[in-house]
């Protein structure tokens, strides 16, 4: 026979709700406790009956995670991460993509799927700051990115502003002074772009160099194809600069192989840095300098924070702003000064 609750109880020497406790992630648990319940579970080979356990509690056990676009490898790892740490605490992940269109976005807020699923992570690309009364839904959610702030829901992000400062900072110190800039979003204020550039121009600012906007390459989805494109469309244009803040990662990749492509050597005569601290990033030759956000705080924050939402609803509680911790990962396309 499968190995029951009391048998991991037995095995462990606690009781029944602690073994339940360990199981259900609860807080207060001493490390030691938590130890042996984990060692006899291992032992055993227990796995949690997740089917009695949701129908007892009300709960599927699944949550959703909305995001704009798969092909996006920033998308993609996070999806992979917030699945992970939904795994560890026993619940199921269904993802959704919306392309980034503000009409799906909407129609997923009403979506009849929602009802398999317990709560919602949503990363909304298409809405504005205009559209956050639309995010008042009858079922808990935590709200990822910058598209709507000081909405009516939890919100982890990452400090898009003082990132961008700080690789700005970092390409300054090294001596560059025509910094262009590839990924704006003509007119965007609230955005993941219209943010980094903000912190851009506060770096030339604190360090007395002039605003060109002949530096600035302005694109629409963040695909390394649009990278490589907008680079090859400052080139064409005449533009001088010694270095390159791509406004993501994939980005920065796209304009690094144009670099090289038309003789440019990086980092001796362009730096580069990203944003994101992909995966890929290690791997490109040079290896690509970048900013990493704390994604990895981001997905657990955002799992942990809209469990809690559904283990405990509380509607009158005021929303949380979440900010991840960001650093500065040097690399070779841009080495320390």
């Known amino acids: 026979m499968s190995p029951t609750l009391h048998d991991v109880a037995r095995i462990a020497g606690v009781s029944i709700k602690t073994v339940s406790n360990v199981i259900n992630d609860h807080p207060h648990v001493r490390p030691a406790t938590r130890e042996r319940v984990e060692r006899a579970i291992a032992e055993l080979g227990y796995t949690p009956n997740l089917t009695a356990r949701n129908l007892r509690s009300g709960r599927t056990g699944a949550i959703a995670l909305a995001v704009p676009d798969l092909a996006l490898s920033y998308f993609a790892e996070l999806a992979g991460l917030v699945i992970a740490e939904a795994e560890r ?4 992940v269904l993802v959704e993509q919306t392309g ?23 990363s909304p690309l298409g809405m504005g700051q205009g559209d956050g009364d639309r995010l008042r839904v009858p079922y808990p959610m935590v709200l990822l990115g910058e598209r709507v702030f000081d909405g009516p829901v939890d919100h982890v992000t990452m400090q898009n502003v003082e990132a961008a400062r700080a690789a700005t900072q970092h390409l300054i110190a090294g001596g560059r002074r025509r910094i262009a800039v590839v990924g704006a979003h003509d007119g965007e204020v609230i955005g993941s772009a219209g943010l980094r550039l903000k912190g851009y121009r506060e770096a030339l600012d604190a360090a007395g160099i002039p605003f060109d906007p002949q530096l600035i390459g302005s694109t629409t989805m963040w695909h390394r194809s649009n990278g490589a494109r907008t680079m090859h469309e400052l ?5 001088e600069f010694d270095a390159v803040f791509g406004l993501n990662d994939t980005l920065a990749l796209g304009a690094m192989r144009v670099l090289q492509e038309s003789g440019r050597r990086v980092p001796d005569d362009v730096t580069v840095v990203g944003f994101d601290d992909l995966d890929e990033a290690q791997y490109s ?15 657990r ?3 942990e924070t809209l469990l809690a939402r559904i283990a405990a609803p509380a509607p009158d509680a005021s929303p949380k702003l979440l900010l991840a911790d ?11 000064p």
Request: neutral net charge; glycine residues 8%.
């Open 89 to 92: 605490r026993g619940v199921v």
């Open 100 to 122: 980034g269109d503000r009409d799906r976005e909407f129609d997923l807020l009403r979506s009849p799927r929602l009802k398999l699923t317990d709560g919602l992570i949503f």
């Open 235 to 239: 080139i064409d244009r005449g533009v």
């Open 285 to 299: 030759i040079p290896s690509l300098t970048t900013i990493d956000p704390g994604q990895q705080w981001i997905a």
């Open 301 to 303: 924050t955002a799992v």
């Open 326 to 336: 960001f650093h500065l990962a040097v690399r070779e396309s841009a080495p320390l």
